[in-house]
């Protein structure tokens, strides 16, 4: 007999703690610690060692878990196949995207998969941050390397150009750079990782061969709508994705820098579990987003910057 607590105790492995796994499962923390004491009893074995700060499972709880954990996922992936077959796509489902991007580039296509499929609720979180998709209960995330978590996949979504630019008045006081080397000479605003801590190197293609640059200045931002917002004000060069600026530049208020040193452009990727059934609300919305991406207009930027 299969006890009742045991997709309890696998989702406090998935998520580290009861809360997360409370969470989760729509239940209080303190259902969660009497279903895993009483899986344990029935068992006769100690799962879990727990102390203040932490929870860690003992060899018993990780030999369960292993032999399991996986049988559990696709018995209730085949459940829910069922289920789906017979109703319309509904439910929470929750995507983690970067900031600016997410803003700029994900959001103008929801409003259509909304109107589509009126009974799927979605729960988009913007953050610059790199999370844990699978400890954080997302179904989808968006980003250049979310994580190298062998139970996600990773599909090509949006390729990002990065270009750097300047305003005309700051070319117009401070002159451009005509090499990347000559970036010293300048303040250039750079971007700090949220999740790293670690300011982003610029890079750039010199005669065939990828070169990385520091960029040195007085200005340190961890979103990209700021750096854009400084790059307005005239306070210095930053590097940016071409989706973000072209507006900007083809008006005229923005200058394209060191345009024939560009470095190849980045992956922005979709990631999601690499479970062998996918519910039908994620595949659709994935499908959705991979159809739709260049189906957009460009940007206004230059109205959201004046927005901010």
Same mark, same amino acid.
């Given at each position: 007999?299969i006890?009742?607590?045991?997709?309890?105790?696998?989702?406090?492995?998935?998520?580290?703690?009861?809360?997360?796994?409370?969470?989760?499962?729509?239940?209080?923390?303190?259902?969660?610690?009497? @279903?895993?004491?009483?899986?344990?009893?029935?068992?006769?074995?100690r799962?879990?060692?727990?102390?203040?700060h932490?929870?860690?499972?003992?060899?018993d709880?990780?030999?369960?878990?292993?032999?399991?954990?996986?049988?559990?996922?696709?018995?209730?992936d085949?459940?829910?196949?069922?289920?789906?077959?017979?109703?319309?796509?509904?439910?929470r489902?929750?995507?983690?995207?970067?900031?600016?991007?997410?803003?700029?580039?994900?959001?103008?296509?929801?409003?259509s998969?909304l109107?589509k499929?009126?009974?799927i609720?979605?729960?988009?979180?913007?953050?610059d941050?790199?999370?844990?998709?699978?400890?954080?209960?997302?179904d989808?995330?968006?980003?250049?390397?979310?994580?190298?978590?062998?139970?996600?996949?990773?599909?090509d979504?949006?390729?990002l150009?990065?270009?750097?630019? @300047?305003?005309?008045?700051?070319?117009?006081?401070?002159?451009?750079?005509?090499?990347p080397e000559?970036?010293?000479?300048h303040?250039?605003?750079?971007?700090?990782?949220?999740?790293?801590?670690?300011?982003?190197t610029?890079?750039?293609?010199v005669?065939?061969?990828?070169?990385?640059?520091?960029?040195?200045?007085?200005?340190?931002?961890?979103?990209?709508s700021?750096?854009?917002?400084?790059?307005?004000?005239?306070m210095?060069?930053?590097?940016?994705?071409?989706?973000?600026?072209?507006?900007?530049i083809e008006?005229?208020?923005?200058?394209?820098?060191?345009?024939?040193?560009?470095?190849?452009?980045?992956?922005v990727?979709?990631?999601?579990?690499s479970?062998?059934?996918?519910?039908?609300?994620?595949?659709?919305?994935?499908?959705?987003?991979?159809e739709?991406?260049h189906?957009?207009?460009?940007?206004?930027l230059?109205?959201?910057i004046?927005?901010?």
């Open positions: 007999m006890p009742n607590q045991l997709n309890v105790f696998i989702a406090v492995v998935k998520n580290g703690n009861f809360s997360a796994a409370a969470r989760q499962l729509g239940v209080s923390s303190a259902a969660i610690s009497k @279903a895993v004491a009483q899986l344990e009893k029935n068992l006769e074995l799962l879990f060692h727990r102390t203040t932490s929870l860690t499972l003992t060899e709880g990780h030999e369960l878990y292993k032999r399991t954990g996986h049988l559990v996922e696709q018995l209730e085949q459940i829910r196949l069922s289920t789906d077959k017979h109703k319309a796509p509904h439910g489902l929750k995507v983690n995207l970067p900031d600016s991007f997410g803003r700029m580039v994900v959001l103008p296509l929801i409003p998969f109107d499929y009126p009974d609720e979605l729960d988009l979180t913007f953050d941050r790199i999370g844990d998709l699978v400890k954080e209960g997302a989808v995330g968006i980003g250049v390397m979310l994580s190298q978590d062998s139970r996600l996949i990773a599909r979504f949006y390729p150009q990065p270009v750097l630019v @300047a305003s005309c008045e700051y070319v117009e006081k401070h002159g451009e750079p005509e090499t000559q970036l010293s000479g303040n250039c605003i750079a971007y700090r990782s949220s999740t790293t801590g670690r300011k982003k610029w890079n750039f293609r005669n065939g061969e990828l070169i990385q640059i520091e960029p040195r200045g007085n200005l340190i931002v961890n979103n990209m700021a750096a854009m917002k400084a790059v307005e004000m005239g210095g060069i930053a590097a940016v994705g071409i989706g973000y600026a072209e507006t900007c008006q005229g208020c923005f200058r394209r820098i060191l345009k024939e040193y560009e470095a190849d452009p980045i992956q990727m979709i990631y999601y579990s479970r062998h059934y996918l519910p039908a609300k994620t595949r659709l919305f994935i499908d959705h987003l991979l739709h991406v189906d957009e207009h460009r940007i206004d230059d109205q959201m004046h927005e901010l």
